[in-house]
């Protein structure tokens, strides 16, 4: 009962930037926490990595490979994860995943934890 939309993918230039968003939500009850949430990312013949992820107090952690051009954020009260993309390169060019993990969820008297991934969002890079 726990959703991941994503939102803000598509085609840029290399060099360009694209801002993606992901908001967590439930159809009834109510989600009470969100440790960390992030983005992940598969290309093509490839396994997903990890991109970026932020805890609910705001640390941050990046693959190598984006640091410096790729800026994670969160606002807690809207339960929502953004990935700022700046300095697109063709290498950036997959799917993007959301993911919240050890959500925290009250439903009918019952609470629950896990862990929730996005239906994805492609990024490509490409002249």
Not at 2 to 27: I, Y
């Amino acid at each position: 009962q726990v959703t991941l939309v994503e939102s803000g993918g598509g085609l840029v230039q290399p060099g360009g930037s694209l801002r993606l968003s992901c908001a967590a939500s439930a159809a009834s009850g109510t989600i009470l926490r969100i440790n960390t949430m992030g983005w992940y990312r598969q290309a093509p013949g490839k396994q997903r990595e990890l991109v970026a992820t932020i805890t609910s107090s705001g640390t941050v952690n990046y693959v190598d490979s984006v640091k410096g051009r790729f800026t994670i954020s969160r606002d807690n009260a809207k339960n929502t994860v953004y990935l700022q993309m700046n300095s697109l390169k063709p290498d950036d060019t997959a799917v993007y995943y959301c993911n919240a993990d050890d959500l925290t969820y009250y439903y009918g008297g019952i609470y629950s934890r896990d862990a929730y991934w996005g239906q994805g969002t492609q990024v490509t890079v490409s002249s």
